[in-house]
C-alpha cells in the first residue's frame, strides 16, 4: 500500500514548486470503472501492458481501500513502477470522492521518455477499445489536472470550464 499511497505524488505534482522533469504529468485519462467487474479487468489490462513493457504494478488492496475511504472515498488505486524497487512511478491510477468509479490515469514523462511514451501508446488505445467513454482529461500550464468540479466534458475529452480557467494560469500560480 505504501509504494502505491506513494505514487499520490502524481496528484499532488502541481503542490510543489519545482519537480524533476521526469515527474511532469504529460498525458491523462478518465476511465469509466462502475463496478468492480470494471475494475479487475482494467487492472488486469494495466497489469498486461505494464509487464509487456517491463514495469509493474501495485493495486491497494480491498481492506486498504476502506481505511483510506475513512479520509476520504475511494474505490481504485494503482501505480505502474519502473523498476523491482519502485524506482520511478510511471502512471497512477485512482478515484476520489467527487470522481468515484470514474478511474483517473495520470502517466509521467518518465527517465526514459521514450520507453514511457511506448507504454502509454500501448495502453491508451486499449482502454478505449474496452471503454469507449475513455475522456481525456486537461493538464493545466502549471503542471495540475483541474478539479472535478472545474472539468466540463466533450466530444474530445474534458475541458476547463472558462469560470474556472484563471485558478489554473500560470501567472495565477498554476494550482
Known amino acids: 500500500m505504501l ?17 524533476p522533469e521526469s515527474a511532469k504529468m504529460v498525458a491523462a485519462y478518465e476511465i469509466p470503472l462502475p463496478t468492480d467487474p ?22 491497494v488492496t480491498q481492506e486498504e481501500l476502506k481505511i483510506l475511504s475513512k479520509v ?10 519502473r523498476g523491482k524497487d519502485d524506482e520511478e512511478s510511471i502512471a ?14 495520470i502517466f509521467s514523462r518518465g527517465e526514459d521518455p521514450i520507453y514511457s511514451q511506448k507504454f502509454r501508446e500501448s495502453l491508451v488505445p486499449a482502454l ?8 481525456s482529461l486537461p493538464i493545466m500550464p502549471g503542471g495540475s489536472i483541474p478539479l472535478s468540479e472545474d472539468l466540463v466534458r466533450t466530444p474530445q475529452g474534458y475541458t476547463v470550464k472558462p469560470s474556472a480557467a484563471a485558478k489554473y494560469s500560470v501567472t495565477d500560480g498554476g494550482r
Request: aromatic share 12%; proline share 3%; hydrophobic share 50%.
Open 72 to 81: 476520504s472515498p475511494q474505490t481504485f488505486s494503482a501505480s505502474v513502477w
Open 128 to 135: 478505449i477499445k474496452a471503454w469507449p467513454e475513455t475522456a
Open 92 to 105: 497512477v491510477a485512482m478515484d476520489f470522492k467527487d470522481h468515484l468509479g470514474r478511474v483517473w490515469i
Open 3 to 19: 509504494r502505491t499511497l506513494l505514487g499520490l505524488g502524481f496528484f499532488c505534482a502541481a503542490c510543489v514548486a519545482e519537480q
Open 38 to 59: 470494471d475494475k479487475r479487468r482494467f487492472l488486469a489490462l494495466l497489469t498486461q501492458k505494464a509487464e509487456a513493457a517491463g514495469y509493474h504494478v501495485d493495486a
